[in-house]
């Protein structure tokens, strides 16, 4: 028996998946990224408030929230809580460094079937190698801009 597709011109494939395909309410998941996205980087500024006032150092306390924050997005990750977020705030997840660690532990929690060494260890890198590599290149790519234009100018 042929599926569907091949009973159909390519037009009415395309009214087909129209049809079925629903549809985006841009506004609405814009505030909705906007507003996570914004209460996850508030969170964030509460814990650097919070390490001020206890007494560490701002450039100490920065770092801090940063494993803070990595370390709540891979806690939330494995209690499949993060991805249930990301699916009602979309991109409002992936911009802040939550969404990073999201990234790492999730296809190293789908791969822990595989075993420690080739599942887990080996998938956690799938996201986080292309993100470490393309963000060392803009750094080094940013280093040199800058160089130039304090420099020359």
Known sequence: MKNIADRMTPEEYGEYVKKKTPGSHLAKDCIKAFLIGGA??????????????????????????????????TFL????????????????????????????????????????????????????????LYGTLASIVCGILYFCFTRLF
């Open 40 to 73: 996850i980087c508030a969170l964030g500024q509460g814990f650097l408030n919070l390490y001020k006032y206890l007494g560490v150092p701002e450039d100490q306390a920065s770092t801090l929230v940063t494993v803070t924050m990595v370390f709540l997005g």
């Open 77 to 132: 990750t494995g209690l499949n809580v993060y991805p249930k977020l990301a699916k009602h705030a979309g991109a409002g997840t992936l911009v802040p460094v939550t969404g990073f660690a999201n990234s790492v532990a999730a296809p190293a929690l789908e791969a822990k079937t595989e075993g420690y060494v080739l599942g887990v260890g080996a998938k956690i890198f799938t996201i986080a190698g292309p993100v470490i």
